[in-house]
């Protein structure tokens, strides 16, 4: 409603468009190549605490997912996504972690 433009331009590139003084998920995805090759090397459980935007290009690249559904990919608040690489691919357990959750084991 406040920035009418804005908002048009993004609903019609969703992962291209950069946010005044912001930036785009290409830009996202281009700043966490580095934090990828450094997560493909470890050797222990990796614990990743970021921004949904973040989080989606991390979780569509070990999820095998294309670049066009990045901004789509549901990353809901107050949840951990566990995320365990495999010989045969990657396998996802999601916890919530909310106020009014009970209490759950850890993944």
């Known amino acids: 409603e406040q920035m009418p433009l804005e908002y048009s331009l993004r609903q019609r590139d969703k992962r291209g468009y950069r946010y005044p003084r912001g930036e785009s998920y290409e ?3 281009q700043r966490v190549e580095s934090v990828i090759m450094e997560l493909e090397r470890s050797t222990q459980p990796v614990l990743v605490i970021g921004h949904q935007a ?5 979780y569509a690249y070990f999820m095998d ?22 010989t045969y691919g990657t396998t996802e357990e999601r ?4 106020p009014n959750t009970p209490a759950q084991p850890p993944c």
Do not use: A, F, N, T
Not at 54 to 58: G, I
Not at 95 to 98: E, N, Y
């Open 27 to 29: 830009d996202v995805i």
């Open 54 to 58: 973040v989080v989606r290009c991390l």
């Open 65 to 86: 997912k294309p670049q066009d559904e990045i901004p789509y990919i549901e990353v809901p608040l107050h949840q951990v996504i566990c995320l365990e690489p495999s």
């Open 95 to 98: 916890v919530d972690i909310g």
